[in-house]
């Protein structure tokens, strides 16, 4: 839980306005709006006011822990699992998770190439094997083998080209992922620490 949200749940908590706060404090009642909105955060100085103010040690104030009731259970979730990660890594996640995304979204469009280029290759070869037989040779064309479609069958069948495919499915989904969670924890993370 941010600090922000600590700081409204025990000013609330303790049955306090946000004038009377601001009394107790030495600030105006504007600051403590901006605390609780987390436009600002109070100087190290306040921070001890607050904690006396609250009964609860500064440690807590500042930690990401969850806010418990009397009886231990929790009051409020993580807001997503990035926010449940602590210490170094997770200010880094926070701050530089939407990367992770961007990385996806590269992956998935090297995917999505490799897989073109398969089918490439194999459409190439097929159509390489296509003239390579005289007309009079027997050969897969023949509808005495059952095979109708001749080459284009094989090109359709081909394991090699069905691969392609589903690399380039599976490169698609990852470029749709990896924007959107890219898009999100930028959005998410870049508006808490403006």
């Known amino acids: 839980m941010n600090l922000n949200e600590k700081i409204l749940f025990y000013r609330k908590k303790a ?8 009394q107790r404090i030495g600030v105006s009642r504007q600051a403590v709006s901006k605390w609780e909105t987390g436009d600002s955060e109070p100087e190290v100085g306040k921070l001890l006011l607050l904690a006396e103010t609250f009964d609860i040690s500064m440690d807590w104030l500042l930690s990401r822990e969850e806010i418990s009731d009397d009886k231990g259970t929790a009051q409020s979730p993580p807001h997503s699992w990035v926010d449940s990660v602590p210490g170094l890594i997770g200010r880094l996640l926070r701050r530089y998770g939407w990367l ?20 490439i290759v194999v459409r190439g070869m097929v159509s390489g094997i296509d003239g390579f037989f005289p007309d009079e040779t027997i050969f897969i ?36 992922t990896g924007i959107v969670l890219a898009v999100s924890l930028k959005r998410r993370y870049s508006l808490k620490s403006d």
């Open 141 to 176: 064309g023949d509808p005495q083998f059952g095979f109708d479609e001749g080459f284009s069958n094989l090109l359709k069948n081909n394991p090699v080209s069905i691969f392609g495919t589903a690399m380039i499915i599976f490169g698609i989904i990852l470029i749709i």
């Open 100 to 119: 992770f995304g961007v990385y996806v979204a590269v992956v998935g469009a090297g995917f999505s190439l490799i897989g073109a280029l398969a089918k």
């Open 15 to 22: 049955g306090l306005s946000q004038e009377d706060l601001a």
